[in-house]
Protein backbone atom coordinates (compact mmCIF):
# COMPACT_ATOMS: atom_id res chain seq x y z
CA UNK A 1 0.00 0.00 0.00
CA UNK A 2 1.47 3.24 -1.04
CA UNK A 3 1.21 6.38 1.63
CA UNK A 4 1.13 9.65 -0.20
CA UNK A 5 2.70 12.62 1.73
CA UNK A 6 1.19 15.73 1.60
CA UNK A 7 3.24 18.35 -0.45
CA UNK A 8 3.43 21.00 2.17
CA UNK A 9 4.90 24.62 1.49
CA UNK A 10 8.38 25.73 2.46
CA UNK A 11 8.49 27.22 5.99
CA UNK A 12 8.33 30.78 5.72
CA UNK A 13 11.23 32.77 6.87
CA UNK A 14 11.77 36.85 7.69
CA UNK A 15 12.27 38.39 4.25
CA UNK A 16 15.01 41.74 4.55
CA UNK A 17 14.08 44.22 7.42
CA UNK A 18 12.31 47.25 5.78
CA UNK A 19 14.54 50.21 4.97
CA UNK A 20 13.17 52.86 7.89
CA UNK A 21 14.82 56.65 8.90
CA UNK A 22 13.97 58.60 11.47
CA UNK A 23 11.06 61.15 10.62
CA UNK A 24 12.37 64.55 10.13
CA UNK A 25 10.42 67.43 10.91
CA UNK A 26 10.15 71.44 8.64
CA UNK A 27 11.25 73.93 11.43
CA UNK A 28 10.11 76.97 11.80
CA UNK A 29 9.47 79.92 14.79
CA UNK A 30 6.38 81.78 16.19
CA UNK A 31 6.68 85.42 16.86
CA UNK A 32 7.68 86.06 19.85
CA UNK A 33 7.04 82.65 21.24
CA UNK A 34 8.30 79.09 20.85
CA UNK A 35 10.54 77.31 17.75
CA UNK A 36 8.42 74.84 16.55
CA UNK A 37 8.96 71.83 14.72
CA UNK A 38 6.11 70.54 12.32
CA UNK A 39 6.63 66.21 11.14
CA UNK A 40 4.33 65.39 9.01
CA UNK A 41 3.24 61.13 9.55
CA UNK A 42 0.45 60.24 7.25
CA UNK A 43 -1.67 57.71 8.55
CA UNK A 44 -1.61 58.88 11.87
CA UNK A 45 -5.06 60.32 12.64
CA UNK A 46 -4.01 61.27 16.48
CA UNK A 47 -1.61 64.20 16.76
CA UNK A 48 0.45 64.86 19.02
CA UNK A 49 2.43 68.52 20.41
CA UNK A 50 4.73 68.33 22.39
CA UNK A 51 5.90 71.77 23.93
CA UNK A 52 8.92 72.24 26.00
CA UNK A 53 9.93 75.16 27.86
CA UNK A 54 13.06 76.07 29.19
CA UNK A 55 11.50 76.54 32.82
CA UNK A 56 13.33 73.01 34.65
CA UNK A 57 13.70 71.90 37.76
CA UNK A 58 17.48 72.89 37.63
CA UNK A 59 16.97 76.84 36.98
CA UNK A 60 14.67 76.85 40.36
CA UNK A 61 15.64 79.19 43.04
CA UNK A 62 17.45 78.51 46.13
CA UNK A 63 15.13 76.90 48.59
CA UNK A 64 12.66 76.67 46.17
CA UNK A 65 13.17 72.73 45.23
CA UNK A 66 9.68 71.43 43.85
CA UNK A 67 8.53 74.77 42.62
CA UNK A 68 8.69 73.94 38.64
CA UNK A 69 7.30 70.57 39.46
CA UNK A 70 4.64 72.09 41.62
CA UNK A 71 3.59 74.79 38.63
CA UNK A 72 2.96 71.96 35.99
CA UNK A 73 0.58 70.45 38.37
CA UNK A 74 -1.24 73.56 39.20
CA UNK A 75 -1.04 74.67 35.36
CA UNK A 76 -3.64 71.50 34.91
CA UNK A 77 -6.15 73.31 37.23
CA UNK A 78 -6.99 75.35 34.60
CA UNK A 79 -8.15 78.96 34.30
CA UNK A 80 -10.43 79.12 37.17
CA UNK A 81 -10.00 77.86 40.63
CA UNK A 82 -10.38 74.40 40.83
CA UNK A 83 -11.45 73.50 37.49
CA UNK A 84 -9.35 70.75 36.89
CA UNK A 85 -11.96 68.56 36.65
CA UNK A 86 -14.09 70.84 34.02
CA UNK A 87 -10.74 71.62 32.16
CA UNK A 88 -10.31 67.73 31.95
CA UNK A 89 -13.60 67.03 30.69
CA UNK A 90 -13.43 69.66 27.65
CA UNK A 91 -10.60 68.08 26.42
CA UNK A 92 -12.06 65.15 26.57
CA UNK A 93 -15.42 66.35 24.50
CA UNK A 94 -12.67 66.87 21.87
CA UNK A 95 -11.09 63.26 22.23
CA UNK A 96 -8.25 64.98 23.53
CA UNK A 97 -5.91 65.01 26.47
CA UNK A 98 -3.62 67.58 28.69
CA UNK A 99 -0.51 66.65 30.46
CA UNK A 100 2.03 68.33 32.26
CA UNK A 101 5.47 67.72 34.45
CA UNK A 102 8.93 68.70 35.00
CA UNK A 103 12.24 67.69 34.66
CA UNK A 104 15.74 69.10 35.54
CA UNK A 105 15.78 70.30 31.97
CA UNK A 106 11.87 71.51 31.22
CA UNK A 107 8.52 71.95 32.05
CA UNK A 108 6.70 69.95 29.43
CA UNK A 109 3.34 70.22 28.06
CA UNK A 110 1.75 67.20 26.31
CA UNK A 111 -1.34 67.94 23.92
CA UNK A 112 -2.74 64.62 21.99
CA UNK A 113 -5.88 65.58 20.00
CA UNK A 114 -7.75 64.20 16.48
CA UNK A 115 -5.98 65.84 14.08
CA UNK A 116 -9.50 67.05 12.75
CA UNK A 117 -9.89 69.02 16.25
CA UNK A 118 -6.39 69.76 16.73
CA UNK A 119 -7.41 73.55 16.00
CA UNK A 120 -9.83 73.59 18.65
CA UNK A 121 -7.59 71.38 21.43
CA UNK A 122 -4.70 73.81 20.72
CA UNK A 123 -7.16 76.99 21.52
CA UNK A 124 -8.12 75.35 24.56
CA UNK A 125 -4.47 74.66 25.68
CA UNK A 126 -4.01 78.51 24.47
CA UNK A 127 -6.25 79.46 27.51
CA UNK A 128 -4.50 77.79 29.81
CA UNK A 129 -1.12 79.13 29.09
CA UNK A 130 -2.24 82.90 29.14
CA UNK A 131 -4.12 82.41 31.74
CA UNK A 132 -4.06 80.03 34.68
CA UNK A 133 -5.41 80.42 37.42
CA UNK A 134 -2.79 79.37 39.23
CA UNK A 135 -5.39 79.58 42.51
CA UNK A 136 -3.83 79.21 46.37
CA UNK A 137 -6.04 76.62 47.34
CA UNK A 138 -5.53 74.25 44.31
CA UNK A 139 -1.30 74.67 45.16
CA UNK A 140 -2.22 73.77 48.78
CA UNK A 141 -4.22 70.81 47.80
CA UNK A 142 -1.60 69.53 45.43
CA UNK A 143 1.35 70.06 47.96
CA UNK A 144 -0.67 67.54 50.20
CA UNK A 145 -0.90 65.21 47.63
CA UNK A 146 2.88 65.37 46.48
CA UNK A 147 3.94 64.67 50.05
CA UNK A 148 2.01 61.71 49.77
CA UNK A 149 3.56 60.78 46.73
CA UNK A 150 6.72 61.29 48.87
CA UNK A 151 6.21 59.04 51.23
CA UNK A 152 4.80 56.47 49.02
CA UNK A 153 8.08 56.72 47.00
CA UNK A 154 10.07 56.71 51.08
CA UNK A 155 8.65 52.76 50.79
CA UNK A 156 9.69 51.76 47.28
CA UNK A 157 13.46 50.56 47.30
CA UNK A 158 13.76 51.61 43.94
CA UNK A 159 12.65 55.09 44.16
CA UNK A 160 14.69 55.44 47.34
CA UNK A 161 17.85 53.66 45.84
CA UNK A 162 17.94 55.80 42.93
CA UNK A 163 17.38 58.93 44.85
CA UNK A 164 20.25 58.51 47.12
CA UNK A 165 22.40 57.39 43.75
CA UNK A 166 21.76 61.26 42.87
CA UNK A 167 22.72 62.49 46.04
CA UNK A 168 26.14 60.69 46.64
CA UNK A 169 26.76 61.13 42.61
CA UNK A 170 26.34 65.14 42.73
CA UNK A 171 27.78 67.55 44.94
CA UNK A 172 25.99 68.10 47.87
CA UNK A 173 23.40 71.15 47.72
CA UNK A 174 23.33 71.04 43.69
CA UNK A 175 20.00 70.73 42.12
CA UNK A 176 20.94 67.64 40.54
CA UNK A 177 21.53 65.83 43.69
CA UNK A 178 17.86 66.44 44.84
CA UNK A 179 14.88 65.02 44.27
CA UNK A 180 13.43 66.78 40.89
CA UNK A 181 9.90 67.03 42.26
CA UNK A 182 11.87 68.31 45.82
CA UNK A 183 11.91 66.74 49.48
CA UNK A 184 8.89 67.11 52.11
CA UNK A 185 10.97 69.92 53.51
CA UNK A 186 11.03 72.03 50.57
CA UNK A 187 7.70 71.36 49.22
CA UNK A 188 5.71 71.66 52.51
CA UNK A 189 7.14 75.44 52.38
CA UNK A 190 5.83 76.15 48.82
CA UNK A 191 3.23 78.64 48.25
CA UNK A 192 0.84 79.49 45.87
CA UNK A 193 2.62 83.04 45.48
CA UNK A 194 5.97 81.48 44.57
CA UNK A 195 4.19 79.02 42.23
CA UNK A 196 2.82 82.40 40.29
CA UNK A 197 6.35 84.18 40.31
CA UNK A 198 8.19 81.00 38.74
CA UNK A 199 5.24 80.82 35.95
CA UNK A 200 5.52 84.26 35.39
CA UNK A 201 9.34 83.71 34.30
CA UNK A 202 8.80 81.50 31.84
CA UNK A 203 9.73 82.84 29.12
CA UNK A 204 7.57 80.47 25.63
CA UNK A 205 10.34 82.15 23.41
CA UNK A 206 13.31 79.72 25.16
CA UNK A 207 10.84 76.80 24.28
CA UNK A 208 9.87 74.22 21.70
CA UNK A 209 6.73 72.80 20.28
CA UNK A 210 6.38 69.63 18.42
CA UNK A 211 3.24 69.31 16.23
CA UNK A 212 3.72 65.93 14.79
CA UNK A 213 0.57 63.30 13.03
CA UNK A 214 -1.03 63.38 9.15
CA UNK A 215 -1.17 67.23 9.03
CA UNK A 216 -2.24 66.99 5.39
CA UNK A 217 -3.79 70.29 4.86
CA UNK A 218 -3.80 71.54 8.85
CA UNK A 219 -2.15 74.79 9.51
CA UNK A 220 -0.92 73.52 12.86
CA UNK A 221 1.67 76.08 13.19
CA UNK A 222 -0.94 79.03 12.46
CA UNK A 223 -3.44 77.66 14.73
CA UNK A 224 -0.31 77.19 17.72
CA UNK A 225 0.54 80.90 16.75
CA UNK A 226 -3.13 81.85 17.32
CA UNK A 227 -3.30 79.74 20.52
CA UNK A 228 -0.25 81.64 22.06
CA UNK A 229 -0.82 85.19 21.17
CA UNK A 230 0.31 87.08 23.84
CA UNK A 231 1.72 84.71 26.05
CA UNK A 232 5.05 86.68 27.32
CA UNK A 233 7.22 86.18 30.37
CA UNK A 234 5.94 89.24 32.74
CA UNK A 235 8.98 88.51 35.59
CA UNK A 236 12.73 88.69 35.84
CA UNK A 237 14.40 85.40 33.83
CA UNK A 238 14.80 82.36 36.03
CA UNK A 239 18.28 81.91 36.87
CA UNK A 240 20.44 79.88 34.82
CA UNK A 241 20.49 76.25 35.54
CA UNK A 242 23.04 73.91 38.00
CA UNK A 243 24.96 72.05 35.56
CA UNK A 244 27.12 70.36 38.27
CA UNK A 245 28.32 67.00 37.10
CA UNK A 246 28.91 64.09 39.39
CA UNK A 247 31.80 63.04 41.29
CA UNK A 248 33.77 59.94 41.21
CA UNK A 249 33.69 57.36 44.17
CA UNK A 250 34.56 54.77 45.29
CA UNK A 251 31.33 54.94 47.38
CA UNK A 252 29.48 52.19 49.47
CA UNK A 253 26.53 53.27 51.14
CA UNK A 254 23.53 51.49 53.03
CA UNK A 255 20.09 53.02 53.13
CA UNK A 256 18.88 51.39 56.33
CA UNK A 257 15.24 49.45 55.82
CA UNK A 258 14.88 47.35 59.28
CA UNK A 259 13.11 44.15 58.61
CA UNK A 260 13.52 44.01 54.74
CA UNK A 261 13.90 40.53 53.13
CA UNK A 262 15.72 42.15 50.32
CA UNK A 263 18.38 44.72 49.48
CA UNK A 264 18.14 46.48 46.48
CA UNK A 265 21.21 47.43 44.88
CA UNK A 266 22.06 50.22 42.61
CA UNK A 267 25.68 51.16 40.84
CA UNK A 268 26.44 54.57 39.34
CA UNK A 269 29.05 56.32 37.69
CA UNK A 270 29.13 59.77 35.66
CA UNK A 271 29.49 59.59 31.89
CA UNK A 272 29.51 62.33 29.19
CA UNK A 273 25.96 63.37 27.62
CA UNK A 274 24.46 62.73 24.65
CA UNK A 275 26.08 64.89 22.55
CA UNK A 276 28.99 63.00 22.82
CA UNK A 277 30.50 60.32 20.04
CA UNK A 278 30.39 57.56 22.83
CA UNK A 279 27.46 57.73 23.91
CA UNK A 280 25.62 54.93 21.56
CA UNK A 281 28.82 52.39 22.20
CA UNK A 282 27.69 53.22 26.24
CA UNK A 283 24.21 52.43 24.77
CA UNK A 284 25.36 48.99 23.64
CA UNK A 285 27.55 48.32 27.26
CA UNK A 286 24.54 48.88 29.08
CA UNK A 287 22.72 46.42 27.04
CA UNK A 288 24.99 43.83 26.88
CA UNK A 289 25.07 44.39 30.89
CA UNK A 290 21.76 44.38 31.71
CA UNK A 291 19.72 44.49 28.76
CA UNK A 292 17.78 41.74 28.82
CA UNK A 293 17.35 37.85 30.41
CA UNK A 294 20.98 36.72 28.29
CA UNK A 295 22.97 39.58 29.50
CA UNK A 296 25.59 39.03 31.56
CA UNK A 297 24.46 40.39 35.08
CA UNK A 298 21.63 37.99 34.57
CA UNK A 299 23.19 35.30 33.37
CA UNK A 300 25.45 35.29 36.56
CA UNK A 301 23.25 36.52 39.06
CA UNK A 302 19.81 35.29 38.13
CA UNK A 303 20.59 32.01 35.90
CA UNK A 304 23.72 30.77 37.98
CA UNK A 305 23.51 32.15 41.01
CA UNK A 306 20.13 32.15 41.93
CA UNK A 307 20.36 35.48 43.61
CA UNK A 308 17.94 37.94 41.79
CA UNK A 309 14.06 37.66 39.29
CA UNK A 310 16.24 40.41 37.07
CA UNK A 311 18.83 42.96 36.89
CA UNK A 312 19.12 45.71 34.48
CA UNK A 313 21.61 48.21 33.31
CA UNK A 314 21.07 51.76 31.67
CA UNK A 315 21.85 55.12 30.87
CA UNK A 316 20.04 58.13 32.45
CA UNK A 317 19.89 61.02 30.14
CA UNK A 318 19.77 64.80 31.99
CA UNK A 319 20.58 67.88 29.76
CA UNK A 320 24.61 68.14 30.42
CA UNK A 321 25.67 64.43 31.27
CA UNK A 322 24.63 61.23 31.61
CA UNK A 323 24.55 58.53 34.44
CA UNK A 324 25.39 54.79 33.95
CA UNK A 325 23.24 52.93 36.33
CA UNK A 326 22.81 48.92 37.23
CA UNK A 327 20.31 47.93 39.33
CA UNK A 328 18.32 45.21 40.56
CA UNK A 329 16.64 43.20 44.19
CA UNK A 330 18.52 40.54 45.53
CA UNK A 331 18.01 38.13 48.88
CA UNK A 332 19.27 39.92 51.99
CA UNK A 333 21.36 36.96 52.76
CA UNK A 334 23.23 36.74 49.86
CA UNK A 335 23.79 41.15 49.26
CA UNK A 336 27.68 40.90 49.93
CA UNK A 337 27.87 37.62 47.75
CA UNK A 338 25.62 39.38 44.68
CA UNK A 339 27.54 42.94 45.04
CA UNK A 340 30.73 41.15 44.64
CA UNK A 341 29.53 38.90 41.28
CA UNK A 342 27.99 42.38 40.03
CA UNK A 343 30.90 43.99 40.35
CA UNK A 344 32.80 41.66 38.25
CA UNK A 345 30.30 41.12 35.93
CA UNK A 346 30.87 45.08 35.13
CA UNK A 347 34.32 45.02 35.22
CA UNK A 348 34.28 42.09 32.60
CA UNK A 349 33.56 44.82 29.70
CA UNK A 350 36.97 46.04 30.21
CA UNK A 351 38.16 42.56 28.97
CA UNK A 352 36.01 42.97 25.82
CA UNK A 353 32.90 42.68 24.15
CA UNK A 354 32.44 39.51 21.87
CA UNK A 355 31.46 40.46 17.75
CA UNK A 356 28.08 38.54 18.09
CA UNK A 357 27.17 40.37 21.36
CA UNK A 358 27.35 43.39 19.90
CA UNK A 359 25.89 42.70 17.18
CA UNK A 360 23.01 40.99 18.80
CA UNK A 361 22.96 44.35 21.29
CA UNK A 362 22.67 47.03 18.40
CA UNK A 363 19.86 44.72 16.60
CA UNK A 364 17.89 44.97 19.94
CA UNK A 365 18.17 48.43 20.27
CA UNK A 366 18.03 49.79 16.47
CA UNK A 367 15.42 47.08 15.02
CA UNK A 368 13.01 47.79 17.66
CA UNK A 369 13.28 51.51 15.97
CA UNK A 370 10.08 51.15 13.84
CA UNK A 371 8.16 49.88 16.04
CA UNK A 372 8.93 52.08 18.72
CA UNK A 373 7.82 55.24 16.94
CA UNK A 374 5.11 53.80 14.97
CA UNK A 375 2.88 56.84 16.85
CA UNK A 376 2.76 60.27 16.61
CA UNK A 377 3.43 60.73 20.42
CA UNK A 378 6.17 58.51 20.57
CA UNK A 379 8.18 60.75 17.91
CA UNK A 380 7.05 64.02 19.15
CA UNK A 381 8.45 62.53 22.51
CA UNK A 382 11.97 61.79 21.24
CA UNK A 383 12.15 65.09 19.06
CA UNK A 384 10.58 66.97 22.29
CA UNK A 385 13.39 65.25 24.11
CA UNK A 386 16.12 66.46 22.05
CA UNK A 387 15.18 70.09 21.41
CA UNK A 388 15.29 70.07 25.10
CA UNK A 389 19.06 68.79 25.54
CA UNK A 390 19.85 70.82 22.66
CA UNK A 391 20.29 68.22 20.39
CA UNK A 392 19.00 69.41 17.31
CA UNK A 393 15.79 68.10 15.39
CA UNK A 394 18.22 65.25 13.36
CA UNK A 395 19.75 63.91 16.64
CA UNK A 396 17.58 60.79 16.69
CA UNK A 397 18.14 60.07 13.27
CA UNK A 398 21.89 60.36 13.61
CA UNK A 399 21.65 58.47 16.99
CA UNK A 400 20.62 55.37 15.15
CA UNK A 401 22.65 55.92 12.44
CA UNK A 402 25.98 56.26 14.94
CA UNK A 403 24.33 53.14 16.99
CA UNK A 404 24.04 50.62 13.99
CA UNK A 405 28.05 51.60 13.17
CA UNK A 406 29.00 50.59 16.54
CA UNK A 407 31.98 47.80 17.31
CA UNK A 408 32.83 45.97 19.88
CA UNK A 409 35.90 47.23 20.14
CA UNK A 410 34.31 50.80 20.28
CA UNK A 411 32.22 49.72 23.49
CA UNK A 412 34.93 47.65 25.78
CA UNK A 413 37.35 51.64 24.68
CA UNK A 414 33.94 53.95 25.72
CA UNK A 415 33.33 51.81 28.93
CA UNK A 416 36.55 51.72 30.13
CA UNK A 417 37.46 55.76 29.31
CA UNK A 418 33.91 56.51 30.79
CA UNK A 419 33.27 54.36 33.58
CA UNK A 420 36.13 53.71 36.29
CA UNK A 421 35.77 50.34 37.83
CA UNK A 422 37.51 51.60 41.21
CA UNK A 423 35.27 55.02 41.28
CA UNK A 424 31.93 53.29 41.18
CA UNK A 425 28.87 54.67 43.30
CA UNK A 426 27.19 51.59 45.03
CA UNK A 427 23.84 52.24 46.65
CA UNK A 428 22.21 49.48 48.59
CA UNK A 429 18.82 49.72 50.22
CA UNK A 430 18.74 46.69 52.82
CA UNK A 431 18.38 45.55 56.56
CA UNK A 432 22.05 47.09 57.78
CA UNK A 433 21.79 45.23 60.53
CA UNK A 434 22.59 42.09 58.77
CA UNK A 435 24.35 43.16 55.42
CA UNK A 436 26.53 45.37 56.90
CA UNK A 437 29.53 43.30 58.37
CA UNK A 438 29.44 40.88 55.15
CA UNK A 439 29.81 44.24 53.40
CA UNK A 440 32.51 45.63 55.25
CA UNK A 441 34.38 42.13 55.03
CA UNK A 442 34.53 42.55 51.28
CA UNK A 443 36.13 45.98 51.03
CA UNK A 444 34.61 47.65 48.35
CA UNK A 445 34.55 50.88 49.61
CA UNK A 446 34.12 52.62 52.90
CA UNK A 447 30.93 52.02 54.15
CA UNK A 448 28.28 54.33 55.10
CA UNK A 449 24.93 53.95 56.99
CA UNK A 450 21.82 56.14 56.08
CA UNK A 451 19.12 56.27 58.12
Given at each position: ?23 T???GR?P ?7 C???G ?13 A ?11 A ?5 L ?18 L ?6 Y??L??L??L?D ?8 A?E????V?RGP?L ?11 R??E?A??D ?8 R ?9 G??P ?45 GA ?24 P ?13 Q??L ?12 DW ?8 V???G ?21 GL ?6 G ?18 D ?9 E ?8 TA ?6 SA ?12 E ?11 D????Y???L ?7 V???YG??ID ?31
Amino acid sequence: MTTLIPDFPARPVPGPMPAWAFPTGVAGRIPGGPATLRCDLPGRRLAAVRLVLDAGAGRESTGQDGVAALTARVLLEGTEPGGGTKLAAAFERLGASLHAYTDLAALRVLLDAPVTRLEKALELLGEVLRGPALDDADTRRLVRERLEEIAQEDAAPASRAIRELRAQLFPAGSRPAKHTDGSKESVERLTGEQVRAYYSAIDPSEGTAVITGDLTGVDAEGALAAALEGWRATAAPLPPPDTALPTPGPRLVIVDRPGSVQSYLCVGHGVPGRDHADWPALTVACHVLGGGLTSRLNALLREEKGYTYGMRAGLVRLRHCGIFVAQGAVHTEVTADALTDMLGALRSVLEGVGEGECRTAVSALADSAPSDYETARAVASELADAASAGLGADYPRRYLEDLRAVTADGVTRAYGEHIDQDALTVVIVGDAGKIRGPLEDRGHAPTVVEG
